[in-house]
């Protein structure tokens, strides 16, 4: 499976983006899947994941009421929806699929990984 990421870009701080993973290939619409972030200098941190189902949805403390993971799975396509941005949450925006069908926080179990999508919030 391929994972394309996209829909980065620069925003002021309190804007808006979506950002859109699509996958292709086969599907993976029993897969949990996930986003991930890395700022520059900075070590690879989880944001936020959803099972295969659309449930056991769970944000990092950090974007929690201000990003929203969702999917579609008749698209083969994920989303993140992210409001109220900041400067800290610059970072490169990479999807990912799990190998079970309930994505957790933790890299590990993620065995698909997108290229990741640029997203900038200036002050």
């Known amino acids: 499976v391929q994972l394309q990421a996209s829909g980065g870009g620069l925003v002021q701080t309190g804007g808006s983006l979506r950002l859109s993973c699509a996958a292709s290939?086969?599907?993976?619409?029993?897969?949990?899947m996930g986003w991930f972030r890395q700022a520059p200098g900075k070590e690879r941190e989880f944001v936020a994941a959803?099972?295969?189902?659309?449930?056991?949805?769970i944000y990092a403390d950090s974007v929690k009421g201000r990003f929203t993971i969702s999917r579609d799975r008749l698209k083969n396509t994920i989303y993140l929806q992210m409001n109220s941005l900041k400067a800290e949450d610059t970072a490169i925006y990479y999807c990912?699929?799990?190998?079970?069908?309930?994505?957790?926080?933790?890299?590990?179990?993620?065995?698909?990984w997108g290229q990741g999508t640029l997203v900038t919030v200036s002050s």
């Open positions: 290939g086969r599907t993976v619409s029993n897969n949990g």
């Open positions: 959803i099972a295969w189902n659309g449930g056991n949805i």
């Open positions: 990912a699929a799990s190998r079970y069908a309930v994505a957790g926080s933790q890299a590990g179990p993620y065995n698909k």
